[in-house]
């Protein structure tokens, strides 16, 4: 039976909370599914998070790798399609850190696709009553580094991707867009979901124009 692997992230930058790490606990405590689910919030801390994933997916072999984490800003759940090969942190990780374009990979490619149904997952959170959209940027802070290791750390024909999420309800600063947390966790569910049952994607557009 394929394994999972979900990861979130624990809060950085000064706030209190990380609605990733907060939703991957309640999936975690929720999961009824019949597949094998491991979860874990990582540091946010550029080398730790990419060593502990990576001996996260070699200790648990998963078929699905799904790692979240906060987009504050944004409105809704993002699925991410690209990983981009370059560290340049605006602010430092939570060690001190504050690489600046430098590669997450050093032998790894200028970019990775992510491997998930992307469309597909978007699709079925957004059809779910949830706002979620695909994405093209995750940014090159550490979410898009974990990313990139992630899809660059599988074993052949397991697959892996990114999904921003939002503040949850009660924590965004200065009136930012929220959802509850029970509808991002709800939706990261979906998106585990999806990912099993779906192994070729939907052909419907799903680019934009700018």
């Known amino acids: ?12 930058a000064g706030d209190a909370t990380n609605p990733s790490g907060d ?30 994933l990576r001996q996260l997916i070699a200790t648990h072999d998963p078929d699905v790798v799904i790692c979240t984490g906060l987009a504050g800003g944004r409105s809704g759940i993002s699925v ?6 370059l560290i340049d942190a605006r602010i430092p990780d939570n060690a001190g850190d504050q690489p600046v374009d430098t590669r997450s990979v050093a032998d790894g490619p200028a970019a990775w696709f992510s491997t998930l149904p992307v469309k597909a997952i978007a699709a079925a ?3 779910s009553g949830i706002p979620c959209t695909l994405s093209l940027s995750a940014g090159t802070y550490v979410c898009n580094h974990v990313f990139a290791h992630a899809v660059d ?12 999420v939002p503040w949850a309800a009660g ?9 509850p947390i029970d509808d991002i966790a709800r939706a990261l569910v979906i998106a585990v979901r999806t990912a099993l049952d779906v192994h070729q994607d939907t052909a419907t557009p799903g680019g934009t124009l700018h």
């Open 1 to 12: 039976m394929p394994g999972v692997l979900l990861t979130g992230f624990e809060p950085f």
């Open 23 to 52: 939703a991957v606990r309640l999936v975690a405590e929720r999961w009824g599914e019949p597949e094998p689910l491991a979860t874990a919030v990582l540091p946010v801390s550029f080398d730790t998070a990419a060593a502990q």
């Open 80 to 85: 991410e399609r690209v990983a981009v090969n």
């Open 125 to 127: 959170v957004a059809g």
């Open 153 to 164: 750390a599988v074993r052949p024909g397991a697959r892996a991707r990114f999904i921003h």
């Open 171 to 179: 924590q965004a600063p200065h009136g930012e867009p929220e959802l």
